[in-house]
């Protein structure tokens, strides 16, 4: 490590620093194409969460285009993970869950724990709520269960998220879905992180305030 170095902070961190050493490595039209963005004047332009996003070739740090700052960790390590996997797959339009995904099902009720379940608690049997949240997180309406809705989270991936109101024997459910193609642009565990990001700007939401 050369002088005044540090080393990354965390996990994700140091994960970070691995992915974006390999990055820097391969071919910048390449990765273009595979992920869906558009490289131009050593920049990777694409949106995350329907948000403008700038990343330097140089070091595959990634800025919001909007205020200028540079993103939070998670959509960091996001954006590096996607740029190391995506192969440039089409989106299948077809929705699988999260223990589907390789070895998922080791994880899948963790998942849902922090995910599913934590949505059930923030909305309840209030669907119409969810609803509206979702409307207010750019989510597009899909015709399943008693109310879904896509999210575009990367170019190449599509998250949705659907709820199932209950009855005398089920309780009211909530459930993170995946693009069958999702394998080719996200390894499992960034999934997961994604399944959280979403839940969490769902709940946000809500806690600001939509109203029945």
């Known amino acids: 490590m050369k002088p005044g170095a540090t080393e990354p902070e965390s996990g994700l961190e140091r994960r970070?620093?691995?992915?974006?050493?390999?990055?820097?490595?391969?071919?910048?039209?390449?990765?273009?194409?595979?992920?869906?963005?558009?490289?131009?004047?050593?920049?990777?332009?694409?949106?995350?969460?329907?948000?403008?996003?700038?990343?330097?070739?140089?070091?595959?740090?990634?800025?919001?285009?909007?205020?200028?700052?540079a993103c939070d960790v998670v959509t960091q390590a996001m954006l590096a993970y996607y740029f190391h996997t995506s192969d440039g797959t089409p989106i299948r339009g077809e929705w699988t869950a999260f223990r589907e995904l390789p070895d998922g099902q080791f994880y899948a009720s963790a998942f849902q724990g922090y995910t599913g379940n934590k949505l059930a608690r923030t909305f309840g049997d209030k669907i119409d709520l969810f609803a509206q949240a979702a409307a207010m997180t750019n989510g597009r309406a899909q015709p399943f269960g008693d109310a879904a809705f896509a999210f575009q989270a990367l170019p190449r991936v599509p998250v949705a998220v659907v709820g199932w109101l209950g009855d005398e024997d089920?309780?009211?459910?909530?459930?993170?879905?995946?693009?069958?193609?999702?394998h080719h642009h996200l390894p499992t565990d960034a999934c997961a992180i994604?399944?959280?990001?979403?839940?969490?700007?769902l709940a946000a939401i809500k806690a600001g305030g939509v109203k029945s």
């Open 16 to 69: 970070i620093h691995d992915l974006r050493a390999e990055l820097k490595t391969q071919d910048k039209l390449s990765m273009a194409r595979n992920t869906g963005a558009v490289y131009s004047g050593g920049l990777f332009h694409l949106e995350v969460w329907n948000r403008p996003v700038q990343i330097s070739e140089r070091d595959f740090i990634a800025f919001d285009v909007q205020d200028g700052t």
């Open 170 to 182: 089920f309780p009211t459910s909530y459930s993170i879905l995946f693009d069958d193609s999702i």
């Open 194 to 201: 994604l399944g959280s990001m979403l839940t969490a700007k």
